[in-house]
C-alpha cells in the first residue's frame, strides 16, 4: 500500500483554526510539481529518466507518473527507501559519492532526462554529467545553470522555463 505523502502534522493550521486539513491535502502541491517537472523535462514511453529523491514527497509522485507515462525510472534515496522504490515500479540507485557511475551501470543506453526536486549540488552535478540534452533537466536550487530548466517561480511560469528566458519557455 503507498505511503502518504504528506504528514498531516507538517501540514500549518489556518490561522484561528485548530482543525488541521486531511493529510491527501498535500497531495495536489506534490502531484504538481512532480507533474510540472515531468511535462518540463519532456519525459515519455520508452526514455530512461532519473528523479533525484525519489522517496521524498514529489520524488514519489514523479516516480509513479513517470511509470505511469512508459518510463524507466531511475531514483536515488536512501538504501533503507530501496524496496519502497521497486513497488513504485523505480530501479533505486544510493545518493553520494559514485552516483554517477552507479547511475550509468543502470542506465545501460544512457539517461534521457532528470528530475530533481532536493536541490543538491549532487543532483545537479550527476544530472548535468548524464543527459545529453541540458534542456532535459529540471531542478530547483541551481536551476537556469547551464540550459537546466527552473521548476516554480509562480503562476505565471509555464512549465520548465529557463531562468534566462523570463519564463517564456
Known amino acids: ?35 510540472h517537472g515531468l511535462v518540463a523535462t519532456g519525459v515519455s514511453d520508452g526514455e530512461t529518466v532519473l528523479i533525484h529523491g525519489g522517496a521524498g514527497g514529489v520524488g514519489i509522485m514523479a516516480v509513479q507518473l513517470a511509470v505511469a ?25 544510493a545518493y553520494g559519492p559514485g552516483l554517477a557511475e552507479r547511475v550509468r551501470e543502470l542506465a545501460t543506453g544512457g539517461v534521457d532526462a532528470a528530475l530533481d526536486p532536493v536541490g543538491t ?5 550527476v544530472s548535468l554529467e548524464l ?9 530547483f536550487g541551481r536551476a537556469g545553470q547551464a ?9 505565471r511560469r509555464r512549465p ?3 531562468a534566462q528566458d523570463g519564463g517564456q519557455g
Do not use: N, Q
Open 1 to 35: 500500500m503507498p505511503r502518504p505523502a504528506c504528514r498531516c502534522g507538517l501540514v500549518p493550521r489556518r490561522p484561528g483554526s485548530s482543525r488541521r486539513p486531511p493529510p491527501a491535502s498535500g497531495l495536489v502541491l506534490t502531484g504538481a510539481t512532480a507533474w
Open 160 to 162: 520548465g522555463h529557463r
Open 69 to 93: 507515462r512508459g518510463a524507466t525510472v531511475i531514483a536515488t534515496a536512501s538504501p533503507a527507501r530501496h524496496e519502497f522504490l521497486r513497488e513504485l515500479g523505480a530501479v533505486p540507485v
Open 131 to 139: 543527459v545529453a540534452d541540458k534542456a532535459r533537466i529540471a531542478a
Open 147 to 155: 540550459g537546466i530548466k527552473a521548476l516554480g517561480g509562480g503562476t
Open 121 to 125: 549540488d549532487e543532483a545537479v552535478d
